[in-house]
T-cell receptor, first 115, second 112 residues
Framework: EAGVTQSPTHLIKTRGQQATLRCSPI?????VYWYQQALGLGLQFLLW???????NRGNFPPRFSGRQFPNYSSELNVNALELEDSALYLC??????????????FGSGTRLTVV | GDSVTQMEGPVTLSEEAFLTINCTYT??????LFWYVQYPGEGLQLLLK?????DKGSNKGFEATYRKETTSFHLEKGSVQVSDSAVYFC???????????FGDGTTLTVKP
């Protein structure tokens, strides 16, 4: 069974540009979660998508947005990039049934560097 | 709101030593509790979980018991190996909340 896949692995952008990160969940998982792991700051919850809709978002500005496609894959967009957006962005999925009792399956992440 | 507090690292042990990484939480109700492990350059992997009080999660020699009375979920292993060197995250999740709350992570280094 394929795991959660993220692309690209690394991304270098200039301040002010836009970044697009992609995630494909495990087959059968309808929920996709995005987390930011900045150096020294742990995992910060960004967004939760389920059945094509945004269900919850963390304390991030509106320039962090995304969407979920009919095949449950997801895209995270970060507009007007700032230097402090440099981080590892992790995508995770889990089955919808018994949601909170299921652990996440994480992808390997996209390392975004803003210069 | 929910919060998870882990013992600060880094933790350095010799091979075959006993490991304890403390984790306590603050949450309403009865969340599920998790330990994840992150090896260098990788995403997080679910290590073990417990979904109700007094449950013990175990995997790969690691164990943790859900203690409602002390709101704790300490991670233990009787004999660590060099390959256990990683960052360990404690986390909690409510059934319908849709997101997990993570601790800051504890870096473990095991020396031969």
């Amino acid at each position: 069974e394929a795991g959660v896949t993220q692309s690209p692995t690394h991304l270098i952008k200039t301040r002010g540009q836009q970044a697009t990160l992609r995630c494909s969940p495990i087959s059968g998982h309808t929920s996709v979660y995005w987390y930011q792991q900045a150096l020294g700051l742990g995992l910060q919850f960004l967004l939760w998508y389920d059945e094509g809709e945004e269900r919850n978002r963390g304390n991030f500005p509106p320039r962090f947005s995304g969407r979920q496609f009919p095949n449950y894959s997801s895209e995270l967009n970060v507009n007007a990039l700032e230097l402090e957006d440099s981080a590892l962005y992790l995508c995770a999925s889990r089955p919808r049934t018994g949601q909170g009792a299921n652990g996440y399956t994480f992808g390997s992440g996209t390392r975004l560097t803003v210069v | 709101g929910d919060s998870v507090t882990q013992m600060e690292g880094p933790v350095t042990l010799s091979e075959e030593a006993f490991l304890t990484i403390n984790c306590t939480y603050t949450a309403t109700g009865y969340p599920s509790l998790f330990w994840y492990v992150q090896y260098p350059g990788e995403g997080l992997q679910l290590l073990l979980k417990a979904t109700k009080a007094d449950d013990k999660g175990s995997n790969k020699g690691f164990e943790a018991t859900y203690r409602k009375e002390t709101t704790s979920f300490h991670l233990e292993k009787g004999s660590v190996q060099v390959s256990d060197s990683a960052v360990y995250f404690c986390a909690l999740s409510h059934t319908n909340a849709g997101k997990s709350t993570f601790g800051d992570g504890t870096t473990l280094t095991v020396k031969p």
